[in-house]
């Protein structure tokens, strides 16, 4: 309930490493951004420090992004900021990560053409254990309307 939201604007560090799991899909990879500023006395654009962080999805996200991303590419990266302490060989360290909710190319730097994929049958169906009156109403209002030919003007 209080998770950190956050929206990233950079690159892919990366490949995207993708195995299938379980529960579905699952992929990560590392993610740069780096931010620029105005330096006023050489009137010149200055990198700042690239901060990294390894970027989680799951199930459809997971199997999108491993066909649709590669090392370089401009992204945008939306979801839960997830920060981590281990130890590893006597020193402490801070991983930061973020579980995607979202990830799309930054067409501020680029085009990129979408192709949606076809939602498999179970992601349409109600469990109806879990159905309340007026889930079922809603549900039953969205399908109709999903399935009502557009209107043509």
Do not use: C
């Not at 006395?41 to 999805?57: C, H, M, P």
């Not at 995607?100 to 109600?126: K, N």
Request: glycine letters at 8%; proline letters at 3%.
């Amino acid at each position: 309930m209080n998770e950190t939201l956050v929206t990233l604007v950079g690159n892919a560090a990366t490949a995207v490493e993708f195995r299938e799991t379980a529960t579905g899909g699952m992929a990560r990879f590392r993610f740069a951004v780096t931010p620029r500023r105005w330096d006023r006395e050489k009137q010149l654009w200055a990198d700042g420090r690239t901060s990294f962080y390894t970027v989680w999805s799951w199930r459809a996200l997971a199997a999108h992004l491993a066909a649709s991303v590669s090392v370089g590419e401009p992204l945008l990266v939306h979801g839960r900021l997830k920060v981590r302490e281990e130890e590893q060989a006597g020193q402490r360290r801070t991983f930061v990560d973020v579980e995607a909710i979202a990830v799309g190319h930054d067409l501020s730097r680029g085009t990129t053409a979408f192709r949606r994929t076809a939602r498999p049958e179970s992601d349409l169906t109600v469990r109806p254990e879990r159905v309340t009156e007026g889930d079922a109403k809603g549900a039953s209002k969205q399908l109709e309307h999903a399935a009502a030919p557009a209107a043509v003007s």
